[in-house]
């Protein structure tokens, strides 16, 4: 609700209710007396508001701001696969945590596949993170 004057030629809001139902109609205000406003709406009736009722100034919907084409597109990322014959080996690197300085351990030129077989919880995103990391090196 707002208790300020509109001027004449502001877009308005007023809800009204009739009986059980609720109606809104959008005008422009026509004049404006001591305690009312008379607007139009835009089915050209004219209709009277007191500034004590339901009604506020009409805001025009934002419009929606295009997407941002500027950023950069996400690049998906390759899978690698490792054959079971690739051979790891450690680098002098050493990791600070007891988990991973424990799996440097298993990494003396042996072969991909038996170290998966031999320990179940070594996984191969483990070994993919100490390649990354340059704990490990592949070797030929």
Not at 67 to 77: C, D, F, S
Not at 99 to 111: F, P, Q, S
């Amino acid at each position: 609700m707002t208790f300020k004057k509109p001027k004449v030629g502001d877009e308005i809001v007023h809800k009204t209710f009739n009986g059980y139902l609720e109606e809104s109609r959008n005008g422009v205000v026509y004049l404006v007396l001591s305690s009312q406003f008379i607007y139009v709406s835009k089915t050209n009736t004219k209709h009277f508001c007191l500034f004590k009722e339901n009604w506020k100034y009409f805001k025009p919907e934002k419009e929606e701001k295009p997407l941002n084409t500027n950023k950069p597109q996400q690049v998906k990322r390759k899978r690698i696969v490792f054959p079971n014959e690739t051979r790891i080996q450690a680098t002098r690197k050493q990791p600070k945590s007891e988990k991973n300085i424990a799996r440097l351990k298993l990494y003396r030129r042996t072969k991909l596949g038996s170290i998966l077989e031999r320990n179940p919880e070594v996984t191969l995103t483990d070994i993919k993170y100490d390649i990354k990391c340059g704990y490990a090196e592949i070797v030929q």
